[in-house]
T-cell receptor, first 112, second 117 residues
Framework: KNQVEQSPQSLIILEGKNCTLQCNYTVSPFSNLRWYKQDTGRGPVSLTIMTFSENTKSNGRYTATLDADTKQSSLHITASQLSDSASYIC???????????FGQGTTLQVKP | DAGVIQSPRHEVTEMGQEVTLRCKPISGHDYLFWYRQTMMRGLELLIYFNNNVPIDDSGMPEDRFSAKMPNASFSTLKIQPSEPRDSAVYFC???????????????FGQGTRLTVV
């Protein structure tokens, strides 16, 4: 069964610190992997989109990595800010069906 | 553009009542998606349209759910009759290309929080 597993489920860090969120998937073959940020009470907003041939992509303080061999992705947040407090969702697109497989998300809380 | 606009933002209704959720996609986007989000199941794709035509409705949970897109600027998701287990946040998203099926971006609305009591 195709799955996307994210870890940790939740995370609390101090403002200014770095953190890394993990995404492991079994979807194969896949066309792309995305990371979304979802603030409380709002819709998801895209951070990065990576195809299977890309292994890193940055968006400001957010850097996503992808290892298609081990089927792992990570999202690294540098110098965290209070506004980074949100849920981060990993989404993998199944090439065969076009279906999107969503992870359950990691809830990040940045404290002052 | 104001982005994807959904209404209402919140809806509380009694079990058995009909509920209609509305979505206005970003002008020029030819893909529209309806999602449901719950704590237990996360985000789930219910149905998506291309050029106003439903392409894949395999995610629609039951016959009580129906979606329409009468024109390029408007879509509805209807639940009739509603049940407490339908309580969730419903998101609409639109995309200029294949969106979440391809490598182009999709833009989400603010969502409608539905509570069925």
């Amino acid at each position: 069964k195709n799955q996307v597993e994210q870890s940790p489920q939740s995370l609390i860090i101090l403002e200014g610190k770095n953190c890394t969120l993990q995404c492991n998937y079994t979807v194969s073959p896949f066309s792309n992997l995305r990371w979304y940020k979802q603030d409380t009470g709002r819709g998801p907003v895209s951070l990065t989109i990576m195809t299977f041939s890309e292994n890193t992509k940055s968006n400001g303080r957010y850097t996503a990595t992808l290892d298609a061999d081990t089927k792992q992705s990570s999202l690294h947040i540098t110098a965290s800010q209070l506004s980074d407090s949100a849920s981060y969702i990993c989404v993998v697109s199944d090439s065969n069906t076009g279906k999107l497989i969503f992870g359950q998300g990691t809830t990040l809380q940045v404290k002052p | 553009d104001a982005g994807v606009i959904q209404s209402p933002r919140h809806e509380v209704t009694e079990m058995g009542q009909e509920v209609t959720l509305r979505c206005k996609p970003i002008s020029g986007h030819d893909y529209l998606f309806w999602y449901r989000q719950t704590m237990m199941r996360g985000l789930e794709l219910l149905i998506y349209f291309n050029n106003n035509v439903p392409i894949d409705d395999s995610g629609m949970p039951e016959d009580r759910f129906s979606a329409k897109m009468p024109n390029a600027s408007f879509s509805t998701l209807k639940i009739q009759p509603s049940e407490p287990r339908d309580s969730a946040v419903y998101f609409c998203a639109s995309s200029p290309g294949q969106g979440l099926r391809g490598n182009t971006e999709a833009f989400f609305g603010q969502g409608t929080r539905l509570t069925v009591v």
